[in-house]
């Protein structure tokens, strides 16, 4: 396992020379400013998904709703505060969990260089580390972001929807810098973590005049989650993990979408265009092809600026 992290480390700084990281980002940002930032953030998020197996799931899901509004800027982070209603009280977050687990890095970090690690680059170390601590691969993290003042709710529209065809995709991803092979290989982020059936529940059930159930959907895997989500459901979590390995990082959410066994509309739509078709078949038969794949996506991703300050608080611009 250790020779397999040390290649995937070069890896990543290999693809460093070829991505326009702009002149902020670097790996040794912190050298000399902060050279415990990696063991600090890592210290935290083991000791929370040491007690807790959902968090990795949520710290990974966390950075993607943060670059994907305004870049990496952990504008996802802040409090809503009087009439301003912030990101994460937007629709597609009210479901993102452990936030207390960048408080918690952020407090010891304050205490250790204070005024010199952002949240941003706290947030995109712990989703680095929660992919680690799930079984998948490891690379060197770029830092140097910055935080960004403005959280806004009403942009959480522009997160990728799960209800997404394979055009809507193609042009959210697009938009950001990131291209097909992006869009398939950070797709593979829904190996970890859980559903509500909220965002499934049009598929199951009166999906069209002529059909019930989405035909895309695999019927006795839809009559399951039939189950599992009631009509008039009142239970406020109910839902389903995203695949059998939910805690687990692999590949199997690619040989799920082969067997009509994805969650989402927008998983299910990757079979729906050649490339993205062939690269789920790809990554379903590889799980080296798809670890190698993430890894630039991530990095490619996590490129993505936006900030103008250093909070002291992660919940609250200075």
């Not at 000399?32 to 959902?54: E, H, L, M, Q, R």
């Not at 938009?175 to 859980?194: E, I, K, P, Y």
Request: hydrophobic fraction near 40%; charge should be positive; aromatic fraction near 10%.
């Amino acid at each position: 396992m250790a020779s397999f992290a040390v290649v995937f480390s070069h890896f990543a700084i290999l693809l460093l020379s070829v991505l326009p990281l702009g002149s902020s980002l670097s790996l040794d940002y912190y050298e000399k400013t902060c050279p415990g930032v990696d063991f600090i953030v890592n210290k935290a998020v083991k000791s929370a998904a040491y007690k807790d197996k959902t968090v990795p799931a949520g710290l990974l899901r966390m950075h993607f709703h943060d670059c994907f509004i305004r870049g990496c800027d952990a504008s996802v982070l802040l409090n809503s505060v009087g009439n301003n209603k912030a990101e994460k009280d937007g629709p597609p977050n009210l479901s993102l969990h452990s936030f207390f687990v960048i408080d918690n890095a952020k407090k010891e970090l304050e205490s250790y260089c204070p005024g010199v690690v952002s949240c941003a680059d706290i947030v995109a170390l712990a989703a680095r580390d929660a992919v680690v601590l799930s079984g998948g691969p490891t690379w060197d993290v770029p830092k140097g972001r910055k935080d960004g003042r403005i959280s806004k709710a009403s942009e959480t529209i522009q997160l990728p929807s799960p209800r997404f065809n394979i055009s809507q995709l193609q042009q959210s991803f697009s938009q950001r810098g990131l291209s097909l092979d992006d869009l398939v290989a950070l797709s593979g982020a829904h190996t970890l973590g859980f559903a509500h059936c909220s965002s499934f529940e049009g598929r199951i059930r009166n999906f069209c005049p002529a059909s019930n159930v989405d035909p895309e959907m695999n019927p006795s895997f839809a009559a399951s989650l039939r189950n599992t989500c009631p009509v008039n459901n009142k239970a406020k979590n109910a839902g389903a993990y995203m695949d059998t390995s939910s805690t687990t990082f692999d590949n199997n959410y690619y040989r799920l979408i082969l067997q009509k066994k994805a969650l989402f509309s927008s998983d299910q739509a990757l079979l729906n265009f050649p490339k993205t078709k062939n690269l789920v078949y790809k990554f379903a038969s590889s799980k080296e092809a798809f670890n190698r794949a993430f890894v630039n996506s991530m990095i490619k991703m996590s490129s993505i600026t936006g900030g103008q300050e250093i909070r002291k608080n992660c919940r609250a611009v200075n």
